[in-house]
């Protein structure tokens, strides 16, 4: 089992609508980053969302990505997700992002994808029915791989067109692409990436055990796949979660029952209306559910709410998600009421003490899978013409 973070733009209360907030907010999430790298964690994932107050302010990760690229060493970059749906993105624009991010990371990048949070965050692009971008993401990501193996690229689709040949650039850096993943926010999306060979981003809005079936059923499909979307099968699912991992037990419990636990979780019911939510639970701005006593607080970490304790107490929760068959444990930070210290010390310990019982592979298991790429479309579709250069500058890298 593979580990790692998940950072989101998340500005909680008045400070959404102070910019120096916003700023430090940014750069502490972006330390958590580079921490992470220090310390064993072997994937960082960057929301991308629009016009979510609050809930996320990061609406140009790629950015973000880039200043992390330059400051860690190991660690993957991962999009989550890209949005696919070309009233938002143009494909064109998301194959070039991607290529770009895998230059930039030296191979680091991972490209995550989907379709939008919800409603209210695509309605910032026109787009009214939230049904719609199901068939422009199922368009386009078919598209994209074209896009970034073909010199000669056009195409005439039903949400997007590149009537003349193109060649979109630059193309991705070395063996391959970036491996690809979609977000399965609804059941039967972890059936489908099975069936296109791609990952599963997976959230766990409900206990760990229900979402057995899913994966089960998503191992079953890819483990049929033999005709993958891009050039390689990437067999991973992804859950992330919350957890507070401290060396002192009675601390952690102590941070998991303070006051404000929850209010993330009342945003994403507030925004995320293509996901199913649990009934009776709290939507912003109602006050989020508290944790009453310790009872409550271990009957949630039973059940894989969160989890929380020391090193030895959280790698014994870490094995229910390993029994249900997640191949990558992903934690967002911060989470609700830990201080920014506290995250710092989290990332340190869980990554030296509870990662090596887990994960004692140094190379990442995407890297694997992408060394087995195997390109699929002609470099060319259409003739190409006799044109000789007989003059290059002396710089030209190769002539």
Request: proline fraction near 7%; aromatic fraction near 10%; charge should be negative.
């Amino acid at each position: 089992m593979e580990f790692g973070v998940y950072v989101n733009g998340y500005l909680p209360g008045p400070a959404a609508h102070d910019t120096a907030s916003e700023h430090t907010m940014l750069h502490r999430e972006a330390e958590y980053v580079i921490a992470a790298d220090r310390s064993n964690w072997k994937y960082a994932w960057f929301g991308e969302h629009h016009s979510l107050t609050e809930y996320s302010h990061m609406s140009a990760p790629e950015v973000m990505m880039g200043y992390c690229a330059r400051a860690t060493e190991r660690i993957h970059l991962g999009s989550a997700i890209m949005n696919l749906s070309p009233r938002v993105n143009h494909p064109v624009r998301n194959a070039e992002r991607a290529a770009f991010l895998d230059h930039m990371s030296d191979g680091r990048y991972e490209w995550g994808t989907g379709r939008g949070a919800g409603s209210h965050e695509i309605a910032a692009f026109n787009i009214l029915d939230k049904n719609s971008t199901k068939s422009e993401w199922e368009e386009a990501v078919h598209e994209i791989p074209r896009m970034w193996e073909q010199r000669d690229y056009s195409y005439e689709g039903e949400s997007f067109t590149v009537p003349t040949p193109h060649n979109v650039l630059p193309k991705p850096y070395g063996v391959g692409h970036p491996p690809i993943w979609v977000a399965c926010g609804n059941p039967p999306t972890f059936a489908l990436a099975g069936k296109l060979g791609i990952g599963a981003i997976a959230f766990n809005f409900e206990p760990i055990f229900n979402l057995k079936g899913r994966i089960d059923a998503y191992k079953e499909a890819i483990a049929e796949c033999t005709e993958p979307l891009g050039q390689f099968k990437n067999d991973n699912v992804m859950m992330t979660n919350a957890v507070i991992c401290l060396a002192d037990r009675k601390r952690a419990r102590e941070v998991a029952l303070r006051a404000g636990r929850g209010y993330l979780y009342s945003m994403v019911c507030l925004y995320h209306d293509t996901m199913p939510h649990p009934d009776g639970v709290a939507v912003w701005p109602e006050e989020p559910f508290q944790l009453p006593n310790e009872e409550m607080l271990d009957s949630l970490i039973k059940a894989g709410w969160l989890l929380c304790g020391d090193p030895d107490e959280v790698a014994e929760q870490v094995e229910r998600y390993q029994s249900v068959g997640c191949d990558q444990l992903v934690f967002g930070l911060p989470s609700d009421s830990v201080e920014h210290e506290e995250v710092l010390e989290m990332l340190e310990l869980f990554g030296t003490k509870v990662i090596p019982e887990f994960d004692s592979d140094p190379v990442h298991s995407t890297t694997r899978y992408r060394q087995q790429a195997v390109r699929k479309y002609p470099e060319f579709n259409h003739p190409v013409p006799d044109v000789e250069v007989t003059v290059l500058p002396t710089n030209a890298l190769l002539s």
